[in-house]
T-cell receptor, first 112, second 113 residues
Framework: QQQVKQSPQSLIVQKGGIPIINCAYENTAFDYFPWYQQFPGKGPALLIAIRPDVSEKKEGRFTISFNKSAKQFSLHIMDSQPGDSATYFC???????????FGGGTRVLVKP | ETGVTQSPTHLIKTRGQQVTLRCSSQSGHNTVSWYQQALGQGPQFIFQYYREEENGRGNFPPRFSGLQFPNYSSELNVNALELDDSALYLC????????????FGPGTRLTVL
């Protein structure tokens, strides 16, 4: 059962564009939603995370928008750069446990 | 501060064999989680260890087993390897707590022929 659905699978934008990645979850027990960035040959690295009592969070050029009623959240990469080209994963976790449930990933390519 | 390290980097095994993967957690972290990442997919939770005991398990068969040592390092053992076990195996360490970040290692790429 895929508890976190992520879209699109891939995305191509020009430098300076704003890639937007969307995720939807089913389990209302989730209360912590991190985003990870993964480069080829590397493990995932935490970018930014949000809790459901907040509707938006910004860290540098990365912004999470959260819609608790719709059980959806999204990542925006502002002023994207070629160095942002990577695979991005949304995830969800219950506070009671430490298990991360990941989405399927979005491969982002930022063209110069 | 030393990050999460994993060994080996790459491994090739044949079907039916057994494999052991190793993980050293980040300094100060007492919890280790293992994930399997098939090509083109998101990581899938295998299990977690805390204080040398299994503390949660995902939907993986018993031939996937693990250990955690007093220094918080960990091993993942897979018996009777199958072709579908080919994947990147990721270890993540964290401090105990509901919102503590998990720091991932670079992974071990396992290929089963």
């Amino acid at each position: 059962q895929q508890q976190v659905k992520q879209s699109p699978q891939s995305l191509i934008v020009q430098k300076g564009g704003i890639p937007i990645i969307n995720c939807a979850y089913e389990n209302t027990a989730f209360d912590y939603f991190p985003w990870y960035q993964q480069f080829p040959g590397k493990g995932p690295a935490l970018l930014i995370a949000i809790r459901p009592d907040v509707s938006e969070k910004k860290e540098g050029r990365f912004t999470i928008s959260f819609n608790k009623s719709a059980k959806q959240f999204s990542l925006h990469i502002m002023d994207s750069q070629p160095g942002d080209s990577a695979t991005y994963f949304c995830a969800a976790r219950r506070a009671a446990g430490n298990k991360l449930t990941f989405g399927g990933g979005t491969r982002v390519l930022v063209k110069p | 501060e030393t990050g999460v390290t994993q060994s080996p980097t790459h491994l090739i095994k044949t079907r039916g064999q057994q494999v052991t993967l190793r993980c050293s957690s980040q300094s100060g972290h007492n919890t280790v989680s293992w994930y399997q990442q098939a090509l083109g997919q998101g990581p899938q939770f295998i299990f977690q260890y805390y204080r040398e005991e299994e503390n949660g398990r995902g939907n993986f068969p018993p031939r996937f087993s693990g250990l955690q040592f007093p220094n918080y390092s960990s091993e993942l053992n897979v018996n009777a390897l199958e072709l579908d076990d080919s994947a990147l195996y990721l270890c993540a360490s964290s401090a105990r707590g509901p919102y503590n970040e998990q720091f991932f290692g670079p992974g071990t790429r396992l290929t089963v022929l």
